[in-house]
Antibody
């Protein structure tokens, strides 16, 4: 069974960079798209972006200027960096795995980690 | 990209059927048969209930079904049960190779 686990600071100061990692276990095959998704408290889901194992990325246009997603297949990890954060970036951040080549759905999710932006 | 449009809330009595709509554009819902539905309980990660408009993952009750007409997708839950009370989100692939979610619908079982 595939498992994903987010890790990183739970508190980030305004204007700084939010950095999270996602460690994947249970499947040695890396031939997938890996996504980051967030959910502000009491609000809906927002897709942030994804990365293929080759390093190819796609980003939400509304966040593109501030987001970088990278992958380290040797460590079974992928990462998110979101720069110049404000209180509006306070959210539960989820990492997720899409279904596979030529399959178009988000299949597995991590448990999520709450990141609060505050001084 | 704009969020897909869902009703904020729906409700139904045990045993009844309810339908949640999800409206997008020809660049997402209407352009691809890649609409998914997720169920989310408070404090928990979303769970995939429907993918590719109509398909159910293994283990998901056949009381859950999906459909699509034009730019609107729908999730129907039949034989409503108390355990179905949760938030539901639709999700679609887009022409920009991105994903977009709906705003979410809170289902209340009366």
């Amino acid at each position: 069974q595939v498992q994903l686990q987010e890790s990183g600071p739970g508190l980030v100061k305004p204007s700084e960079t939010l950095s999270l990692s996602c460690t994947v276990s249970g499947d040695s095959n890396s031939d997938y798209y890996w996504s980051w998704i967030r959910q502000p408290p009491g609000k809906g889901l927002e897709w942030i972006g994804n990365i293929y194992h080759s390093g190819s990325t796609n980003y939400n246009p509304s966040l593109k200027s501030r987001v970088t997603i990278s992958v380290d297949t040797s460590k079974n990890q992928f990462s998110l960096k979101l720069s110049s954060v404000t209180a509006a970036d306070t959210a539960v951040y989820y990492c997720a795995r899409e279904a596979g080549y030529d399959e178009y759905y988000i299949q597995y999710w991590g448990r999520g980690t709450l990141v609060t932006v505050s001084s | 990209q704009s969020a897909l449009t869902q009703p904020a809330s729906v409700s139904g009595s045990p045993g009844q059927s309810i339908t949640i709509s999800c409206t997008g554009t020809s660049s997402d819902v209407g352009g691809y048969d890649y609409v998914s539905w997720f169920q989310q309980y408070p404090g928990k990660a979303p769970k995939l209930m429907i993918y590719d408009v109509t398909d159910r993952p293994s283990g998901v009750s056949n009381r859950f079904s999906g459909s699509k007409s034009g730019n609107t997708a729908s999730l129907t839950i039949s034989g409503l049960q108390a355990e179905d009370e949760a938030d539901y989100y639709c999700n679609s692939y887009t022409s920009s190779s991105t994903w977009v979610f709906g705003g979410g619908t809170k289902l209340t079982v009366l």
